[in-house]
């Protein structure tokens, strides 16, 4: 399996709480950084959160800092994402993305493989 899986996405009304997981294979998550990226309707698909192979450096986009928190469970080949105080501009595809070179990157033509994306909506 080497596309990653999203799971976790849905509905919830601002200020409310979701958690994305990304599952894949050992051998497409091992030693590889991951990130999320988001693509809201009309909008270009942009970075979120990123997080280095073991878990001990990550990053955030502004607009999510001190709200997501992204970590990852070496054993399970599982990277999550925890968005807390959601805000109706949060709203869009979030997608897991996995790097195949050395180095956390913040584009989205670093990442070598993608999931297909689950939806958050965020009402007000």
């Known amino acids: 399996q080497v596309q990653p899986v999203e799971s976790g996405g849905g509905s919830v009304q601002a200020g409310g709480s979701l958690r994305l997981s990304c599952t894949a294979s050992a051998r497409t998550f091992s030693a590889n950084v991951v990130a999320w990226f988001r693509q809201a309707p009309r909008k270009e698909r942009e970075f979120v959160t990123v997080?280095?192979?073991?878990?001990?450096?990550?990053d955030y986009a502004d607009s999510v800092k001190g709200r997501f928190t992204i970590s990852r469970d070496l054993l399970k080949n599982t990277v999550s994402l925890q968005m807390d105080s959601l805000k109706p501009e949060d709203t869009a595809v979030y997608y897991c993305?996995?790097?195949?070179?050395?180095?956390?990157?913040?584009?989205?033509?670093?990442?070598?493989?993608w999931g297909r994306g689950t939806q958050v909506t965020v009402s007000s």
């Open positions: 997080v280095n192979w073991n878990g001990a450096s990550t």
């Open positions: 993305a996995v790097r195949d070179r050395d180095g956390m990157a913040y584009v989205a033509n670093e990442y070598a493989y």
